[in-house]
Nanobody, 123 residues
Framework: QVHLVESGGGLVQPGGSLRLSCAASGSIFSINAMGWYRQAPGKQRELVAGITSGGSTNYADSVKGRFTISRENAKNTVYLRMNSLKPEDTAVYYC?????????????????WGLGTQVTVSS
């Protein structure tokens, strides 16, 4: 079994900052790309930021320059530092990872998701 657990969401005023964390645990052989997605009410889930196992990153245009994704491979953890938050950043934020489970005969990676953490930006 593999689990992703997010933490760090909450209520923040516009212009404020938050840091999200997501830790993967369980029977893990290796982790490929990790990332953060978000879904606002009435909207589709969208990619916010992604990071490869080698550290290459990509961001949605709406968060470039404000959000920073990073990871600690030794801890199977990915972070999202969010600065200069805006009301339009309000959403449930989901962690995603491509994980090769221990014991998979073909060494295939599967998609795993966390349950999400609410981020609300409001005065």
């Amino acid at each position: 079994q593999v689990h992703l657990v997010e933490s760090g969401g909450g209520l923040v005023q516009p212009g404020g900052s938050l840091r999200l964390s997501c830790a993967a645990s369980g029977s893990i052989f290796s982790i490929n790309a990790m990332g953060w997605y978000r879904q606002a009410p009435g909207k589709q889930r969208e990619l916010v930021a992604g990071i490869t196992s080698g550290g290459s990153t990509n961001y949605a245009d709406s968060v470039k320059g404000r959000f920073t994704i990073s990871r600690e491979n030794a801890k199977n953890t990915v972070y999202l530092r969010m600065n200069s938050l805006k009301p339009e950043d309000t959403a449930v934020y989901y962690c995603h990872a491509g994980i090769v489970p221990l014991g998979d005969f073909y060494g295939s990676a599967y998609d795993y998701w966390g349950l999400g953490t609410q981020v609300t930006v409001s005065s």
